[in-house]
């Protein structure tokens, strides 16, 4: 065991550059005056943003706005192997696509605002060395000189004797070394890290209170993490209770992944001298994978990256509202009695978080993107279409731009009156709902064979007749009143199959949405064109 003479010599001897005292820090960190939650979202830039990240960002800005509060977006860069050019603008980027965004935090890979920064740990480096210096100091942590290849042994061995594997009491190598031994080492340029010196007992536990997954019991750590590695970079597990308290967070919402972290970490508030922040730990994004549950996977899952919903068109405000409802489920009940109000309006809980692990399921976000499809004016899909295939497919936007009122009118069927049609789910249906309505598309489209159910003969004979009587002025029920007329007249029993005839001549296809109304916007002349073509075609 070293003395406290030791220990602060031993601090010096490590941290010579550092002469600043915690207390020093936090003078230029003062304490907030906000009543609301003042909360973060850290990822790492690590290039793949995933749809958890765009779960935790936005539950954590929306529970701050809510609150009056403060969101913050810092960024966590300290592990050096998986970061990216640019991550942190494509973050930013991905997030504000997403009407994401934060008071304070980076706002580029250099910039950020905010008077509690730098919010971008690579260059808080200076900060975590005055509390490494101050641990040490105090005899809470100490340099550690195991290689990676002793480690190796001591876990091997570990397992031999069928023992728990880490860096803990007897097999800390160097806790207790005297300061000689380090000194020494030391000089002869031994690479080092710095460990917390846990004074945990594995065999106690205690009980804390977690905001999602409320009370909890839980054994003490006595691991000697790792709080600064041998670059000087700090762990997770040390900046974090640094940055959250300088930056004067008030809830720690973060994903569940950290929770087996949680001793570890409540050891480090207490030896930093810390009050605990309060956790609220997210339970992941599941999915039901032949019947079990399990995580998303980068892996397996397309789904799973920011990419998918952008590429396929799935409208961000859609997406957010099924994250809402994966977060609180009371949000569906809201929602039926509150059908036209903004999300925004939606008051999230903490304590209402699904504890178990939430169901993503496409199936049910489909669902909700058709029903907010539906809720938009035609003008609205347009715009939201266009804007979509202007990134994703060039020959719509083109076409789009080009028949602008042609395709308003086309978006505008059945969008008003009692029965809404929801087919749309994602822009990139919306190629698909034009095709019946542009012959260079529906060219390229087989004719559905609808022989089985009405022979050619037959068929021809129901356009000749129909081309006869057919009037685009017609109201809707005169346009019906014709159709039945010409069924009874040709002997057919049942109407829906002189309209199928039709259907097909003008459309390729047996479904489509209400056929007066799209012969309406296809107009009198493209519809006599399109059932003469069907009918020369069938010679
Ligand atoms: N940087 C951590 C991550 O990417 C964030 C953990 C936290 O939110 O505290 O998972």
Request: proline share 3%.
């Amino acid at each position: 065991m070293r003395t406290p003479e030791e220990n602060r010599k031993l601090a010096d001897m490590l941290f010579p550059e550092v002469k600043e005292s915690p207390e020093d820090v936090f003078k230029k960190y003062p304490k907030r005056n906000v009543e609301g939650m003042v909360l973060r979202f850290a990822p790492s830039p690590t290039g793949f943003i995933h749809t958890g990240n765009i779960y935790t960002g936005f539950v954590s800005t929306k529970l701050a706005k809510q609150s009056g509060g403060i969101s913050i977006l810092r960024i966590e860069d300290t592990d050096k192997n998986r970061e990216i050019e640019n991550g942190v603008t494509q973050i930013v980027q991905a997030l504000k696509g997403f009407g994401i965004e934060f008071d304070e935090g980076m706002e580029d890979e250099d910039n950020w605002k905010g008077e509690y920064g730098p919010y971008i740990q690579s260059k808080r480096i200076d900060i975590y060395h005055v509390f490494a210096k101050n641990l040490v100091s105090k005899g809470y942590a100490y340099p550690c000189f195991l290689t990676e290849e002793e480690l190796e042994e001591i876990r091997h061995k570990q397992e031999e004797l069928k023992e728990r594997t880490g860096c803990y009491g007897k097999w800390a190598k160097y806790r207790d070394a005297s300061t000689e031994e380090i000194e020494d080492l030391l000089n002869k340029g031994g690479k080092f890290v710095i460990r917390l010196y846990s004074t945990g007992d594995i065999e106690e536990s205690f009980n804390m209170k977690d905001l999602v997954k409320g009370s909890v019991t839980l054994r003490e750590n006595d691991m000697d993490a790792v709080l600064l590695k041998s670059d000087g970079y700090p762990t997770y597990h040390f900046a974090h209770p640094i940055d959250d308290t300088l930056m004067g967070i008030t809830h720690i919402t973060r994903t569940d992944e950290w929770f087996s972290s949680v001793s570890l970490h409540v050891e480090l508030f207490e030896k930093l001298g810390f009050k605990q922040i309060p956790y609220a730990h997210l339970s992941p994004l599941m999915k039901l994978d032949n019947g079990k549950k399990r995580k998303l996977s980068k892996r397996k899952d397309p789904e799973f990256a920011v990419s998918f919903y952008l590429e396929n068109g799935y409208p961000k405000k859609a997406l957010l509202e099924y994250l809402l409802n994966i977060a609180n489920s009371n949000f569906y009940d809201w929602r039926i009695q509150n059908p036209q109000k903004d999300i925004e309006e939606f008051e999230l809980k903490i304590e209402k978080f699904n504890k178990a692990g939430a169901l993503f399921d496409v199936i049910k976000l489909e669902d909700i993107c058709k029903n907010y499809i539906a809720t938009l004016a035609a003008q609205e899909v347009y715009e939201m279409s266009l804007e979509w295939a202007r990134e994703y497919d060039e020959e719509l936007a083109k076409l789009l731009e080009e028949n602008k009122d042609y395709c308003i009118k086309i978006f505008n069927i059945e969008r008003t009156g009692e029965k809404i049609r929801k087919d749309i789910a994602k822009f990139g249906d919306i190629r698909d709902q034009l095709v019946i309505f542009f012959d260079e598309l529906l060219n390229n489209v087989d004719i559905e064979d609808i022989e089985d159910r009405v022979g050619k003969a037959k068929q021809k004979n129901i356009l000749n007749e129909y081309l006869k009587v057919f009037n685009i002025s017609d109201t809707q029920e005169i346009w019906f009143e014709k159709i039945r007329n010409l069924a009874s007249e040709l002997g057919f029993e049942k109407v829906g199959d002189v309209a199928m005839v039709l259907r097909v001549a003008i459309t390729h296809r047996t479904r489509t949405p209400d056929l007066y109304q799209v012969m309406q916007v296809l107009g009198e002349q493209k519809v006599r064109e399109r059932i003469q073509k069907y009918v020369d075609m069938m010679i």
